[in-house]
């Protein structure tokens, strides 16, 4: 079986910009969740979509934002990008139960530097 | 608060050593703890979970112990090797959100 995909692997934005994201789930896999990582605030939880329904939200402002469609493939977006928004975003797939229920299984990241 | 403590923030051992990786959590209400690895450049990739039900679990040369009284949970590494030279996250599950909250990670390194 594949595992979780993500694209793009990196990406360079400026200040004041948007971008999405897009996360592949293992194959079978409906519930998708999304954490930041960064060196300082290590991995933080996001949201969590489940039958194309945020199920769970982390505690980020209003510009992160997410989807996920019928085939749960999920994607997510980030407006009006500030310097702090860069770090790796992963993206995490698991069967149904979620987040803490169940195994999550990750993808590779996308790097995201905002200049 | 939501809080997961991860001791050591580094930690050096020789080939063939143990090496042993300690968290705390807050909520008594907490029931999955996973460990994850991530290797750079990398995704972070389970490698051990307990659940609250169960005291030990163990797994070749990992292992990983859970004290729910003291609201603690360790990861045990036997006869370590240089492949295992990684980031190493602890979380625990916060059922109440619905969120899985992570450790701030160990560095391990293991030298030849």
């Known amino acids: 079986k594949a595992g979780v995909t993500q694209t793009p692997r990196y990406l360079i934005k400026t200040r004041g910009q948007q971008v999405t994201l897009s996360c592949s789930p293992i194959?079978?896999?409906?519930?998708v969740s999304w954490y930041q990582q960064t060196p300082g605030q290590g991995l933080q939880f996001l949201f969590e979509?489940?039958?194309?329904?945020?199920?769970n939200k982390g505690n980020f402002p209003g510009r992160f934002s997410g989807r996920q469609f019928s085939n749960s493939r999920s994607e997510m977006n980030v407006s009006t990008l500030e310097l702090g928004d860069s770090a790796l975003y992963l993206c995490?797939?698991?069967?149904?139960?979620?987040?803490?229920?169940?195994?999550?299984?990750f993808g590779p990241g996308t790097r995201l530097l905002v200049l | 608060g939501e809080n997961v403590e991860q001791h050591p923030s580094t930690l050096s051992v020789q080939e063939g050593d143990s090496a042993v990786i300690k968290c705390t959590y807050s909520d008594s209400a907490s029931n999955y703890f996973p460990w994850y690895k991530q290797e750079l450049g990398k995704g972070p990739q389970l490698i051990i979970d307990?659940?609250?039900?169960?005291g030990e679990k163990k797994d070749q040369r990992i292992a990983v112990t859970l004290n729910k009284t003291a609201k603690h949970f360790s990861l045990h590494i036997t006869e370590t090797q240089p492949e295992d030279s990684a980031v190493y996250f602890c979380a625990a599950s916060y059922p109440n959100t619905g969120k899985l909250i992570f450790g701030q990670g160990t560095t391990l390194q293991v030298k030849p």
């Open positions: 995490a797939s698991s069967l149904a139960l979620g987040v803490g229920q169940e195994t999550q299984y």
């Open positions: 307990i659940r609250s039900n169960v």
């Open positions: 194959s079978g896999h409906r519930s």
């Open positions: 979509y489940f039958s194309e329904t945020q199920r």
